[in-house]
């Protein structure tokens, strides 16, 4: 792995770490948003710091350079974390179109009693 892509692979790792911080302090992200940015961003400062462990595992692995098994390992985790943030999002809506039935059920119930006459 050259120079130029461990120094960029560090800074860059290291702001999304201090970034998702920042955004813990303000209450600004989920727990568990958060943990996996924060693994994500000690995994690549690890690899940035430590470039042995990435080039002995694109050996293993039959990589040409182990820059593309870092290229590979974001798009990867990219891809996970998109394919979370869908099942988060399916979740969501399944619960908001019931929600939504649920208050026209009561609106329809609260309008029905509105309408009948008082029995005083």
């Known amino acids: ?10 800074l860059v790792s290291l702001s999304g770490f201090i970034f998702v911080i920042s955004k813990i302090r303000k209450s600004k992200i ?3 948003d958060a943990i996996f940015w924060i693994f994500s961003s000690l995994f690549f400062l690890s690899i940035s710091i430590f470039p042995s462990i990435i080039m002995k595992a694109s050996l293993i692995l039959g990589f040409q ?8 390992l974001v798009v ?13 999002l399916s ?13 026209a059920i009561l609106e329809k119930k609260l309008l029905d009693k509105e ?3 008082n029995d005083f």
């Open 76 to 88: 990867g985790l990219t891809l996970f974390k998109l394919f979370l943030i869908s099942i988060s």
């Open 1 to 10: 792995m050259s120079f130029e892509l461990r120094v960029f692979l560090f």
């Open 30 to 32: 989920r727990i568990d």
């Open 65 to 72: 350079s182990s820059a593309n098994l870092v290229f590979l």
């Open 115 to 117: 309408k009948q006459p």
């Open 91 to 103: 979740t969501l809506t399944e619960k908001n179109s019931t929600l939504v039935q649920h208050i």
